[in-house]
């Protein structure tokens, strides 16, 4: 993986910023092309195509680009590079469309429409895909998408298999490359997600797969690692001996939004927990890497998810608490309950909400509780993981007997991107009063560019062939062991009675006893 350090950017302006600059030499891949399976799906639109407009705008994508999309709609060319602005004019990141960079673009857009289980719609795909390295120069190198129902990507995976797409493909003058990348949910469970990763890895080595997490696409997200690794000064209190605890939370306003059929078999807890939460759980809490590859990295996260056990049934009933949202109202508007959610079982028993204390068995974290909060209809959005040190060893001031504010450091992964230090100081005048203040650092304020997506990034990095950002195949199997057990324990007991929290609340009551119960508090948010 590349890494580019910049300088504060106070005077500069995104034209001339040298990151940008020293990004789009250093980060453009080989002419490719791109095919999506489930183009016409609501990802591809919001998210997808944007991000690869971004990426031409940005003069990062290769020359002659392509990208073919693959569905069931009886749609041609034209109309999918139709559909394709509309989602530029809607979800991108900047608008209004360039004609130019469009001009371009469109050109290397096609469709082949083809059920997913028919080998017809492969040979097409074959046959479009040798034109356009004819035509466009795109060499043979292919970066699938796997944006479709997960019910679909055995059969995918197989045909693409059968069809010879899944190998690298030979020519003559250079050694093309073939990669996948595969979108969440991987798997239900740990059962499902391991025979996931043997379909796929029947047809593709492990080398070509990429597993993604958008979390990980977040500039904030990769800046955990730059925080931790790129200074002295944090790494030596990181751990056991200074940090009390730490706290992770998610939260989001918005309700299923239409995806009650995903969402009702899903619940947060495989919608956020195992992934997300458990990919920053693991940056924020591995040891130093050996080195800033992907391997490196990788190998450090999994240890972290080995050293959190599964836990055991008496153990979820203790230290896990599910949430169901009810009617209430989100920014003074009423919203409704989940159970009345556009196609959501009317007597769900799914989760919207979960909080859970998790400890880390190894030399740095034993005995830190680390405790996580993730929710659907929450008062607000915002994503932070806060690390809580323990107090001085002795108290010199202040005698009222009040305990002073503990030491917090917040890293804001969304929104107002920043870091920021929470201690005490003295309120100036003749006693000595002490009041807690922060120092503060903003995304926004210090480098004055907007982040790019997390899928722009991704999406590039998969291009690339730099898998750091994408989660392995041991990785994601061990997050699967720690959340099956959960949702295991959880099937053997009664489940709440839901709906425990009013949407626009900070979830049921049991979410504050549980940490409460160790004499500590949620931070306010
Ligand atoms: C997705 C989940 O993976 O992440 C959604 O499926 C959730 O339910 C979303 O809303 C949150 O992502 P972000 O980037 O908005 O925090």
New binding site residues.
Partial sequence: MTLTVNTPATTQTPAMNPLRKGLRMERTPQPCVMVIFGATGDLTHRKLIPALYNLALEHLLPEGFSMVGFARRPWDDKVFQETALESVNKFSRRRPVQPSVWEQFVKGIRYVSSDFNNPEGYKKLAETLDAIDKERGTQGNRLFYLSTNPSDYETIVENLGQAGLAKPQSSSTTEAWTRIIVE?PFGHDLKTAQELNDVIGRAFRENQIYRID?YLGKETVQNLLVFRFANGIFEPIWNRQYVDHIQMV?S?E?GVEGRGPYYDTSGTIR??VQN?MMQLLSLVCMEPPINYEANAIRDEKTKVLRAIKPLDSDEVVERTVRGQYGPGTIFGKPVPGYRQEERVDPNSITDTFVAMKLFIDNWRWAGVPIYLRTGKRLPKRT?EISLQFKPAPQQLFGSSGVPLEPNVLVLQI?PNEGISLKFGAKVPGQTMNIRPVTMDFRFGQSFGVAAADAYERLILDAMLGDSTLFARRDEVEQAWAIVTSIIDGWKLHMPPAFPNYEAGTWGPKEADELIERDGRQWRRL
């Fill in positions: 969440k958008h998610v989001e918005l919608d956020m997300h994503s969304q």
